[in-house]
């Protein structure tokens, strides 16, 4: 069965800059967010996390450089050459980095496309920036179990078909970075 959760490898010199730009950065982190309207609700989601604003790409560019380029390598994939054109797609909110604490992360079952507010996201991108053992993502209507190895970098669909939630480690921290593809407006 295709499970369309395709996984990437990012360079760790990339995961580093990650890392080291979220631990420069960390007093202004701030607790993590479950929806677009900014609501905290630590029962469902426990992290401190820095959002990199669409404007503010360039702090991280070799990121999203191969990022582009694994999206283009998913949609080759996914898509018949036949179907015709299929987007336009961009990234155009910000992205998260997150930082989860032993006990923490995204607990309860979710997919990225859960309010009218979240409608155009189209793909998920998430890399995990640490190797972190019993600590990865598990979509249970694909019976799929990411593991959390730094460089991972897993492209999935945002809607409902694949709700997932975070494997909580109760001995290490984890930290990822994560965003949308989301389709844009035609200029036409």
């Keep these: 069965m295709e499970t369309f ?10 995961c580093d800059e990650i890392i080291d730009l979220y631990q420069k950065n960390e007093s202004n982190a701030i ?4 929806s677009s309207t900014s609501k905290v609700d630590k ?5 401190k996390e820095i959002r990199i604003e669409v404007d503010e790409q360039k702090y991280i560019q070799q990121y999203y450089t191969n ?3 694994m999206t283009k390598m998913y949609l080759k994939k996914h898509i018949p050459t036949d179907a015709g ?4 797609l961009s990234i155009l909110e910000g992205t998260n980095i997150q930082k989860y604490p032993i006990g923490g992360g995204f607990k309860k079952l ?3 496309r859960m309010e009218y507010e979240t409608r155009s996201r189209e793909l998920v991108f998430m890399t995990y920036l640490t190797n972190t053992p019993n600590a ?5 209507k694909q019976n799929v179990t990411t593991e959390c190895i730094k460089g991972d970098t897993i492209i999935w669909p945002a809607g409902f078909t694949h709700m997932h939630k975070g494997i909580i480690s109760d001995t290490h921290e984890k ?7 989301n389709f844009k407006k035609s200029d036409k």
Aim: proline share 7%.
């Design 43 to 47: 029962d469902t989601k426990v992290s």
């Design 5 to 14: 959760i395709e996984k990437y490898e990012m360079p760790l010199s990339v």
């Design 136 to 140: 990865g993502t598990y979509f249970p």
């Design 85 to 88: 054109k299929y987007g336009p």
């Design 31 to 34: 607790d993590g967010c479950i």
């Design 110 to 112: 979710h997919s990225e």
């Design 175 to 181: 930290m990822i970075i994560t965003g949308w593809i």
């Design 67 to 69: 990022l582009y380029a």
